[in-house]
């Protein structure tokens, strides 16, 4: 069965430094990768995804993630962090070709606090 | 604005009572999704409809039950039988194609008087 790792239960930056939170998934095949957002009492929002193709994924609001196949993992990167950017992030696996969201595994999510 | 409409944003449950979430979408998606979210948990399927007329159980259906009647609508209900309901109440939907994004409500907080 597929699975998701997100190890940081919460990270502070301050505003304008680089960002980096990490995912690491478990996957027999080539996942699909997600990395959702949700600001606090909200639904979530897609960032970015990586099905195939260039392994450097640029998503909104200025992130981007990278897939490693040797380290199973799908960080997600910022250069420079702003306050509004302070929120829970989700990485998420899919089934590979063919898989339906049903089957779709969100980690347990990355609180991201941002000091002025 | 095509989007999805969860409501009410909060919700209070008696001992013994069923509850209904609603959740309306007009992005014209087949799929619909219910997820729980409880603290630091991440999210967690309990229904899911592909298509109108038609639902499957997710991880967590237990104490839950849903019904698609319409394309537009997905409401969950969650009955006495759920021991711990209090938890965020998330819906999605997505296009019906593979690995497609998922547009989800804004939640509803339900607890227990």
């Known amino acids: 069965a597929q699975s998701v790792t997100q190890p940081d239960i919460h990270i502070t930056v301050s505003e304008g430094a680089s960002l980096e939170l990490r995912c690491n998934y478990s996957?027999?095949?080539?996942?699909?990768l997600f990395w959702y957002v949700q600001s606090p009492g909200q639904g979530l929002q897609l960032l970015l995804k990586?099905?195939?193709?260039?392994?450097l994924v640029q998503g909104i609001k200025g992130f981007e993630a990278e897939f490693k196949r040797s380290q199973s993992s799908f960080n997600l990167r910022k250069p420079s962090v702003h306050w509004s950017d302070a929120a829970e992030y989700f990485c998420?696996?899919?089934?590979?070709?063919?898989?339906?969201?049903?089957?779709?595994?969100f980690g347990k999510g990355t609180l991201l606090t941002v000091n002025p | 604005d095509g989007g999805i409409t969860q409501s009410p944003k909060y919700l209070f449950r008696k001992e013994g009572q069923n509850v209904t979430l609603s959740c309306e979408q007009n992005?014209?998606?087949?799929?619909m999704y219910w997820y729980r979210q409880d603290p630091g948990q991440g999210l967690r399927l309990i229904y899911y409809?592909?298509?109108?007329?038609?639902?499957q159980k997710g991880d967590i259906a237990e104490g839950y039950s849903v019904s698609r009647e319409k394309k537009e609508s997905f409401p969950l209900t969650v009955t006495s039988a759920q021991k711990n309901p209090t938890a965020f109440y998330l819906c999605?939907?997505?296009?019906?194609?593979?690995?497609?994004?998922?547009?989800f409500g804004s939640g509803t907080q339900l607890s227990v008087l």
């Open positions: 996957y027999g095949a080539t996942p699909y």
């Open positions: 992005l014209n998606h087949d799929a």
């Open positions: 409809s592909q298509i109108v007329n038609d639902f």
């Open positions: 990586y099905f195939s193709g260039d392994t």
């Open positions: 998420a696996v899919g089934a590979g070709s063919g898989g339906s969201n049903y089957k779709l595994t």
């Open positions: 999605a939907s997505s296009g019906s194609g593979f690995n497609e994004k998922l547009f």
